[in-house]
């Protein structure tokens, strides 16, 4: 059983920044399709981004070139999301998710392990 905590979240005015950090606590962590998402009230669960163990990266279109994820490079449990130039749009509830067996990295239906996910408010 995989666990993951968030942490990191909070508030920030537009064009600010947040770093999200997300522990495992799974010793298998290298191998697992690691990813973001977020809640919208309307639109769902969205996929922002996306780290095989390959390292391939994916990322939402919404958020390209303002986040980046990746794993700590001292230790691999740890998995982030920069996020920079943030918007009120980008206001949510961010989870962390691993998946064993992920076909397509942006939708979360192909992950097996969730987070409890960690607020962020953007203000204008």
């Known amino acids: 059983q995989v666990q993951l905590m968030e942490s990191g979240g909070g508030s920030v005015q537009t064009g600010g920044s947040l770093r999200l950090s997300c522990v495992a606590s799974e010793h298998t962590y290298s191998n697992l399709y690691m990813g973001w998402f977020r809640q919208h009230p309307v639109k769902g669960r969205e996929g922002v981004a996306a780290?095989?163990?390959?390292?391939?990266?994916?990322y939402a279109d919404s958020v390209k070139g303002r986040f980046t994820i990746s794993k700590d490079p001292a230790n691999k449990f740890i998995l982030y999301l920069q996020m920079n130039s943030l918007t009120p749009e980008d206001t949510s509830v961010y989870s962390c998710a691993a998946g064993l067996m992920v076909k397509v990295p942006l939708d979360g239906f192909w992950y097996n392990y969730w987070g409890q996910g960690t607020q962020v408010t953007v203000s204008s």
């Open positions: 780290l095989g163990s390959d390292g391939t990266t994916d």
